[in-house]
């Protein structure tokens, strides 16, 4: 199964975890308008930590660094040393009607067969094996990257429908020199999964960098959304 297009933003802007993932529901929110798939791939230049949509905050968090729930759901993410993805899939296309076990094995065998091609030493994990909200590289699930030698998940993601239309977002732990969202092989992955890949426009950067502002101060950067603990009842 091959895709029509997706359109492309590999996006090189170093942001907080909050500003990331608003840039990620920003591609969302513009594939449900367009009906037309999109994907973006960035990087960290500081560790920062996500969790899964249904992950509740305890007591204790660095609030200098504190960690931001995904629009997604699954477990807790420490990034810093990943190549980071969201891919967005308008409702009533081919890939948003799979369910999600058929849809995650596709995206990661396109993934694998990338990094494989980059000259990476990866496999997926074949054997069934029940998610969690736990941290998510420490548990390995089927159909996540395994590296051959060592035996660790190195890629993992996860998923969230909403109107039919779906939200995959994912993290492949990766050498420093394949983690720029420039890297050839991320072009070999999406060409595997679409007939075309286009990028973005300059004014449709601009459109989805406005809509992503509007998330991170309504939504990702707020102690609402995030279940962040109150001091006052510490």
Request: aromatic share 10%; hydrophobic share 35%.
């Amino acid at each position: 199964m091959k895709l029509p297009v997706i359109r492309f933003l590999p996006d090189p802007t170093f942001r907080p975890p909050a500003e990331q993932m608003a840039m990620d529901q920003a591609a969302f929110e513009l594939t449900r308008e367009t009906a037309v798939p999109s994907a973006r791939f960035y990087h960290w230049n500081t560790p920062a930590v996500t969790v899964g949509y249904f992950h509740r905050f305890e007591d204790g968090i660095d609030s200098n660094n504190p960690p931001i729930r995904r629009f997604t759901g699954g477990g807790k993410v420490e990034h810093g040393e990943d190549a980071t993805f969201v891919i967005c899939f308008p409702a009533n296309s081919a890939t948003s009607r799979l369910n999600g076990d058929e849809r995650y094995r596709w995206i990661h065998t396109a993934l694998a067969s990338a990094l494989m091609n980059a000259g990476c030493d990866v496999e997926l994990e074949s054997t069934p094996t029940a998610s969690g909200t736990g941290p998510c590289f420490s548990n390995p699930v089927t159909w996540d990257l395994i590296d051959s030698t060592s035996g660790e998940k190195i890629g993992g993601g996860a998923q969230r429908r909403s109107a039919g239309a779906v939200m995959h977002q994912g993290s492949v732990r990766l050498p420093a020199n394949l983690r720029s969202p420039q890297s050839p092989w991320i072009l070999d992955f999406l060409n595997q999964m679409a007939e075309t890949v286009e990028l973005f426009s300059s004014d449709e950067v601009e459109k989805l960098t406005r809509s992503a502002e509007y998330w991170n101060q309504n939504q990702f950067a707020t102690a609402d959304w995030n279940k962040w603990p109150n001091p006052a009842n510490a």
